[in-house]
């Protein structure tokens, strides 16, 4: 078995949802980190989109922006965020790639303040373009650590729409129908959302960890599919590309 840490399994993990010849919309950090994964493995026509307006870049190494040099190099067109916008909202994006401080059981993301909004206990940048992505994006993933803190029964602030307020609720905001959160993956488990009620449930289980301890992690009652099974650990090849082209100077997976 390869040795690991725990974000370069959330990577390889993430890198596996997205299908060759898709469009992703990503910012930096580990989502990038995970697009670049998949093209250099399984999807080598994977198309990334970055915010500030980069379609397509032939990434030489890892950006430390959204507005990095990187995510222009050899792209298909270096264009603006208005441009981005335009394309999620024609419903040419498959999958987008968020974070957040907060998620709740309907997968909403606060990555705007903790506390109360006139006075928070601490503010953070705001939704930049996430509303946008995980509004009209068809695919929604994030990858967050696994904690009650994060993971609680309601966001102190919506910044970017998963379910909202359950089944129906999107579709009522004048979102796209058949549009919404995806896949949560986080340092415990790969979770994803009842069809039905649109809660958060687990799918899958990383090495060593129980359901119970995913859910003393969780502030809300957790659903669970009938078999969840095991996620597979990174593969050796895996591993070697992750870090010795995406990520060979540490910036993501050194932390």
């Not at 004048?174 to 919404?180: N, R, Y």
């Not at 340092?187 to 649109?198: I, S």
């Not at 129980?210 to 009652?221: I, L, R, W």
Request: hydrophobic residues 35%; charged residues 20%.
């Amino acid at each position: 078995m390869c040795e690991y840490c725990t974000i370069e399994l959330m990577i390889c993990v993430a890198a596996q949802f997205l299908k060759d010849g898709s469009t992703v919309g990503v910012g930096t950090g580990a989502p990038c980190a995970a697009a670049m994964l998949a093209q250099k493995t399984h999807a080598p026509n994977l198309l990334i989109i970055f915010e500030a307006g980069g379609f397509a870049p032939q990434l030489p190494s890892m950006p430390i922006s959204v507005g990095d040099s990187r995510t222009f190099h050899k792209a298909l067109m270096a264009a603006s965020m208005m441009d981005v916008f335009n394309t999620c909202q024609r419903g040419m994006v498959d999958y987008s790639f968020l974070g957040g401080a907060q998620i709740d059981t309907y997968g909403n993301l606060n990555s705007t303040i903790i506390g109360n909004y006139d006075n928070p206990k601490i503010r953070f940048p705001g939704s930049g373009g996430a509303n946008d992505f995980a509004g009209f994006c068809w695919h929604t993933i994030t990858m967050t650590p696994h904690t009650r803190k994060r993971f609680v029964k309601k966001v102190d602030f919506l910044t970017t729409p998963g379910y909202l307020t359950g089944p129906g609720s999107r579709e009522a905001a004048g979102l796209p129908e058949d549009t919404g959160p995806y896949k949560v993956i986080t340092d415990l488990a790969v979770l994803g959302f009842d069809e039905g009620t649109k809660r958060m449930q687990v799918e899958k289980l990383h090495p060593g960890v129980s359901f119970d301890q995913v859910q003393e992690n969780t502030e809300f009652k957790l659903l669970k599919i009938p078999v969840i099974e095991q996620t597979e650990p990174p593969q050796k090849k895996e591993l070697e590309i992750l870090r010795d082209e995406v990520d060979p100077h540490g910036f993501v997976i050194g932390r």
